[in-house]
Structure formats: structure tokens, C-alpha cells
């Protein structure tokens, strides 16, 4: 089974950034990053293939970038101007080859004065 350690969540204030890390387990094929606010239901953030094509949510376009490094079989996803919506729990999420969806154990960014 595939595993998804996520890193890099906190507090921060609006405007500001911070990067967050996904180490998987194996080599796979599209990741990406979800979040889910209280009360609302999870969302796409932004997705990368192994072959670099990238996508974002429209909300997060021109703020944030999502890169991976398939030697270390980890993502990233850079967050800058940061504002108070973007509080939410993310989760790395991962298809492997065959299609088989992995999450990670989610880590949680405020972003709050």
C-alpha cells in the first residue's frame, strides 16, 4: 500500500507563504494536493504528472505552484499571499499506475493575524 507523509502546515499571516511536502512511498504517476475547510466539502487545489503537466484550482492560480521531484518521489506545493480562505486542512493525494488513489494523513494551514 501506498504512503503519503505530508509536512509543512502552521500558522501564518495573511500574505504570507509556506511550502508543504509530500513524500510517497513508491513512484507514481499524477499527484496532487486537496483541502477541505470546516463544514465544506474537500476541493481540488492543484494536480502535477510525472511528466510535469500541472493544473489548478482557478482560487489558487498566480498564488500557488505545485512541483515534484520524482527522484525523491515527493511534491510540493508553494503557497504566497496566502489569505484567510485558503484555512483548511491539505492532503496529498497520489495515482499510481494501474489508477489506485492513495491520501495522506492531511496537515492542517491557518492563515489568520
Known amino acids: 500500500q501506498v504512503q503519503l507523509v505530508e509536512s509543512g502546515g502552521g500558522l501564518v499571516q495573511p500574505g504570507g507563504s509556506l511550502r508543504l511536502s509530500c513524500a510517497a512511498s513508491?513512484?507514481?504517476?499524477?499527484m496532487g494536493w486537496y483541502r477541505q475547510a470546516p463544514g465544506k466539502q474537500r476541493e481540488l487545489v492543484a494536480t502535477?504528472?510525472?511528466?510535469?503537466?500541472?493544473n489548478y484550482a482557478d482560487s489558487v492560480k498566480g498564488r500557488f505552484t505545485i512541483s515534484r521531484d520524482n527522484a525523491k518521489n515527493t511534491e510540493y506545493l508553494q503557497m504566497n499571499n496566502l489569505k484567510p480562505e485558503d484555512t483548511a486542512a491539505y492532503y496529498c493525494?497520489?495515482?499510481?499506475?494501474?489508477?489506485?488513489?492513495?491520501w495522506g494523513q492531511g496537515t492542517q494551514v491557518t492563515v489568520s493575524s
Open positions: 493525494h497520489a495515482v499510481d499506475v494501474l489508477g489506485h488513489g492513495s
Open positions: 513508491v513512484s507514481l504517476y499524477t
Open positions: 502535477i504528472t510525472r511528466g510535469g503537466s500541472t
